[in-house]
């Protein structure tokens, strides 16, 4: 019987501990503490600053474009990591008279951020575990993990969108060197010369998702002895000026004077339609 007995004991124990991990689960856990009580989607304005250097953007419906130094649209990865910024957890937080502002690298700052009217600025390093100081609107000093800072000291070109088209462009005509393409009534493609519609299809898809190595800025007038490209969209025009196929394939948007510079192999898949698909051998 004994043996009985201490079976059930140890099966009403296990209940028991099963029981109270599950009262442990279904409890609500504390937030982690954040630096400020912001919601990412109502922000409306950016701005980072960097030694000497100003970055200006806006919102535009859902997209951002940066306003300075350049008027451009934004990189969406970059401005996303800004806009996480007010939910970065705390790990620590300190109440920090002015005066040792600078013994924290608070004064001046070693970078600032400024959503709408809340400003976040960057300290130092702490010593011992890499995490970075940052102060919110002059007030709390917070200690949090060293992964945004990187990107605000990067160059202004950096933080240009890539993307040769804007991710909603809904392509209508495609017009490049020796081609002319047309999306027909029915949605199908007709180009001349005249080509396989689901070849045509693929060197529109090409062109939807293309995005350049790098983007620069390329101040002045187009070169007018230059091959042009025009992209038909269902909102206007976009215009592209061929600056050079080798060693890169560089296409110039002169309204934005921003040059998109694309490995040769990519940008020719851009210029001519590619060869069609080979059937396999049977």
């Known amino acids: 019987m004994s043996g009985w007995r201490s079976i059930v004991v140890l099966l009403v124990l296990v209940a028991g501990l099963g029981a109270w991990v599950a009262w442990l689960q279904s409890r609500p856990q504390p937030e982690e503490p954040k630096l400020a009580d912001l919601d990412p989607q109502a922000i409306g304005r950016i701005t980072v600053k960097y030694q000497d250097r100003v970055l200006r953007f806006e919102r535009r419906d859902d997209d951002w474009w940066m306003q300075q130094p350049y008027t451009a649209p934004a990189d969406p990865y970059r401005i996303e990591q800004i806009l996480r910024l007010p939910r970065t957890q705390s790990h620590a937080r300190y109440s920090i008279p002015r005066a040792e502002w600078s013994r924290f690298g608070l004064e001046p700052p070693e970078a600032e951020v400024a959503l709408d009217g809340h400003r976040f600025r960057f300290g130092r390093q702490n010593p011992i575990d890499f995490r970075r100081y940052v102060q919110v609107d002059g007030q709390t000093v917070h200690l949090i993990d060293d992964t945004l800072f990187h990107l605000l000291t990067s160059p202004a070109s950096d933080w240009l969108d890539t993307r040769l088209l804007p991710a909603t462009a809904a392509i209508q005509t495609l017009t490049v060197p020796g081609w002319q393409l047309q999306l027909s009534a029915k949605g199908s ?16 898809d090409e062109w939807r998702n293309a995005r ?10 187009a070169p007018k002895d230059k091959p042009t490209i025009r992209v038909g969209l269902e909102d206007g025009t976009l215009t ?18 921003l040059a998109y510079h694309f490995y040769r192999e990519t940008g020719i898949r851009l210029l001519q339609p590619p060869k069609p698909q080979q059937a396999p051998d049977s």
Not at 189 to 198: G, K, N, T, V
Not at 212 to 221: D, E, K, N, S, Y
Not at 240 to 257: K, Q, S, Y
């Open 189 to 204: 493609w007709r180009s001349a010369p005249e080509a396989d519609p689901a070849v045509l299809q693929r060197w529109i």
């Open 212 to 221: 350049a190595l790098r983007v620069a800025p390329h101040p002045g007038p």
């Open 240 to 257: 592209f000026v061929l600056l050079a196929e080798e060693p890169e394939v560089i296409l110039l948007r002169p309204d934005l004077e």
